[in-house]
DNA sequence: TCCGGATATTAGACAAAGTCCAGATTGCCG
DNA sequence: CGGCAATCTGGACTTTGTCTAATATCCGGA
């Protein structure tokens, strides 16, 4: 896939696909993840967006990235038992976890097959699989 | 399988072929997780075991949860950003997971396949794949 | 049985992630 | 400019989990 400079003028325009006001603060944590391209959690991208000079509140970092969520502009990854983990990239994809250092990184759902799930309890519907592949180094 | 009943005197010997010391906060531990066969949070046992009267203590609960962790008596399970479940399954198996009422049941490893994962970054081996299916009440 | 060391448990202080709220700011429209 | 909705904020608060130093329990040997 072509991949675009994701710079903060884009965000604007990328933030109103997305019905969301586009605000200073909106803009900068959605460059944060956005040029990024990286799992960040909330605690980074406060770092990140805080680096020159404090200028987001970490109330705001936490309502924005849950209303990006709620949106469908990032996803969520659970697989770090601390951390909430905000994953730019909401194409169909899976996960590689190395757990002793925390990297996490994307594995293309693609190539991937998933067969034999159960059917689905009556009047449920799915919101999502995902698939976690924890590795470690060899001892 | 055949299932057997969990009392309180089996987990002793259940905890001695762990490598365990069975004692009673142990076993009282132990028992609340293999007597129900369900996926508990550390809180939900600390209100299990302390039912009729106060007698484990919280830095005991977690404690030896993660005692029985490293042991591989129970599993870990990752499914809800706030808290971790512990599975006294620890055969190899998915998990359908209810993000409305966080009910957690198990799926059988046995019938699904998963085909066409990635090959392994050198020098890492594979520590668990967990496959998580999201589902939720239709709207 | 008594002793001593190793193992296990404890209360409570602490830390980190995340939520909540009431007040201040901002942006926009008339 | 004045009013109003939307947004942002500091800081108090909650929850989950960790740590520590003191105590209690267990067990093998004299
Ligand atoms: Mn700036
Ligand atoms: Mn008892
Ligand atoms: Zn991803
Ligand atoms: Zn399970």
Redesign the interface.
């Known amino acids: 896939m072509m991949r675009m400079h994701y710079t903060r003028d884009n965000m604007a325009g990328l933030l109103r696909s997305h019905d969301i006001n586009p605000t200073h603060q909106r803009i900068e944590i959605a460059h944060a993840l956005f040029s990024r391209q990286e799992h960040l959690s909330a605690d980074q991208v406060m770092a990140i967006v805080n680096t020159r000079h404090s200028e987001t509140s970490k109330a705001t970092v936490y309502n924005t990235l849950k209303l990006f969520l709620e949106k469908g502009l990032v996803r ?1 990854v ?4 601390s951390k ?1 983990f905000f994953d730019p990239n909401t194409s169909p994809h899976h996960h ?1 976890y ?2 002793d250092t925390g990297k996490l990184s994307d ?1 293309d759902a693609e ?8 059917l ?2 009556a ?17």
Do not use: N
């Open positions: 969520e659970i697989v770090d038992p909430v590689l190395e757990v594995i190539q991937v097959q998933i067969s034999g799930l159960p689905l309890p009047g449920m519907v799915t919101e999502g699989i995902d698939l976690i592949v924890r590795v470690r180094r060899k001892a």
